[in-house]
């Protein structure tokens, strides 16, 4: 097993408890270590495996004080840190309102190139840092869309640039164990989603012609719920939902998320497929001033993690 001293990266945890008795804390790759004068005690990178060992001759069971300073010590863990990016492909079906014209929007697969026009430009990324039971994820998609609808008189070409961050907090509430590799986690979800959106639609439809366009941003607060499954040792499943909005202040109407995925783990890699929905409905303003945003974006996405 080897360890690392406190202070060797920004990942490793360790520090010095009560010189007077001792006690060394160190952490690696492969898991922690609490030495204290004559005893060892080596955890996993989970945490959960707890040995002693006595330096002793004959071999003893440690004191009752150092047996607190060990159960302290094995609450010590390294935090995991997931980062992936990935492309998400959507389609998107609803209406948009700008300065009081509304509009139909269908961005759709019908044909490859079309597709490829029509979505421009997309960055999109996850981070998460877990410290079991909780774990702190961020999830930002960036989409540039333009899409092109046929009316009577000519037709109007829409443009989106839109901007998603999801930031929250997740608990774990329960688990069931499989097998000894195999488990069922379920985690309760709390968190917030910030959209910053412009529209800009170019009218050709005499006797409606130039062009009209508004950005607006909002926070929308969210709760939601994420299960992950482990299939077999190195491929698992992961849905999540969430819902918010709630026509707070300045928040959307409504807005919900449906994703799941499947990933398979090769070392410290993953690579991953899923399905993602996500529907906002926000309204603002009236009259020549009326905006609406009132959409479903849902596609496939495939990504790649890293673990460290």
């Given at each position: 097993?080897?360890?690392?001293r406190?202070g060797?990266?920004?990942?490793?945890l360790?520090f010095a408890l009560s010189?007077?008795f001792g006690?060394?804390?160190l952490?690696?790759?492969s898991g922690?270590?609490a030495r204290f004068d004559?005893?060892?005690?080596?955890?996993?990178?989970s945490g959960?495996?707890?040995?002693?060992?006595s330096?002793?001759?004959?071999p003893a069971?440690?004191?009752?004080?150092?047996?607190?300073?060990?159960?302290?010590?094995t609450?010590?863990?390294?935090?995991?840190?997931?980062?992936?990016?990935y492309l998400w492909?959507?389609?998107?079906d609803?209406d948009?309102?700008?300065?009081g014209?509304?509009?139909?929007?269908e961005?759709?697969?019908?044909?490859?190139?079309?597709?490829?026009?029509e979505?421009?430009?997309g960055?999109?990324g996850h981070v998460?840092?877990?410290?079991?039971?909780?774990?702190?994820?961020a999830d930002?998609?960036?989409l540039s869309?333009?899409d092109?609808?046929n009316v009577r008189?000519?037709e109007i070409?829409s443009?989106?640039d839109?901007?998603i961050l999801?930031?929250?907090l997740a608990a774990?509430?329960?688990?069931?164990d499989?097998?000894?590799?195999?488990?069922?986690?379920?985690?309760g979800?709390?968190g917030?989603?910030?959209n910053?959106?412009e529209?800009?639609?170019?009218?050709?439809a005499?006797?409606?012609?130039?062009?009209?366009?508004?950005?607006?941003?909002?926070?929308d607060f969210?709760?939601?719920a994420?299960?992950k499954a482990d299939?077999?040792e190195?491929?698992?499943?992961?849905?999540?939902?969430?819902?918010?909005g709630?026509?707070w202040?300045?928040s959307?109407?409504s807005t919900?998320?449906l994703a799941?995925?499947?990933?398979?783990?090769f070392?410290r890699w993953?690579a991953?497929?899923?399905?993602?929905?996500?529907?906002i409905?926000?309204d603002?303003?009236?009259?020549?001033q009326?905006?609406e945003?009132d959409?479903?974006?849902?596609g496939?996405?495939?990504?790649v993690?890293y673990?460290f």
């Amino acid at each position: 097993m080897s360890f690392k001293r406190h202070g060797v990266g920004p990942l490793i945890l360790g520090f010095a408890l009560s010189p007077a008795f001792g006690l060394e804390v160190l952490a690696g790759e492969s898991g922690s270590r609490a030495r204290f004068d004559a005893f060892d005690l080596r955890l996993d990178r989970s945490g959960r495996t707890a040995e002693y060992e006595s330096f002793l001759n004959p071999p003893a069971e440690p004191p009752a004080f150092a047996r607190e300073l060990f159960s302290q010590v094995t609450s010590l863990r390294t935090p995991e840190v997931l980062a992936a990016l990935y492309l998400w492909v959507p389609l998107m079906d609803g209406d948009v309102t700008v300065k009081g014209f509304s509009t139909d929007v269908e961005v759709g697969y019908d044909e490859i190139s079309e597709m490829l026009d029509e979505i421009r430009f997309g960055i999109m990324g996850h981070v998460e840092v877990g410290f079991d039971p909780w774990t702190a994820w961020a999830d930002l998609v960036y989409l540039s869309i333009e899409d092109e609808n046929n009316v009577r008189n000519g037709e109007i070409e829409s443009r989106f640039d839109q901007v998603i961050l999801d930031i929250g907090l997740a608990a774990k509430v329960a688990q069931w164990d499989l097998s000894q590799d195999r488990k069922i986690e379920l985690e309760g979800l709390l968190g917030t989603r910030w959209n910053s959106l412009e529209l800009d639609l170019d009218l050709q439809a005499p006797p409606l012609t130039g062009d009209r366009d508004q950005r607006h941003d909002w926070w929308d607060f969210i709760l939601g719920a994420r299960v992950k499954a482990d299939l077999t040792e190195k491929l698992n499943l992961v849905v999540r939902g969430d819902f918010g909005g709630f026509d707070w202040g300045s928040s959307s109407d409504s807005t919900w998320q449906l994703a799941g995925n499947v990933n398979y783990e090769f070392g410290r890699w993953i690579a991953g497929l899923g399905y993602r929905a996500l529907y906002i409905d926000y309204d603002r303003g009236s009259g020549n001033q009326a905006f609406e945003y009132d959409i479903l974006i849902h596609g496939p996405f495939l990504g790649v993690g890293y673990r460290f």
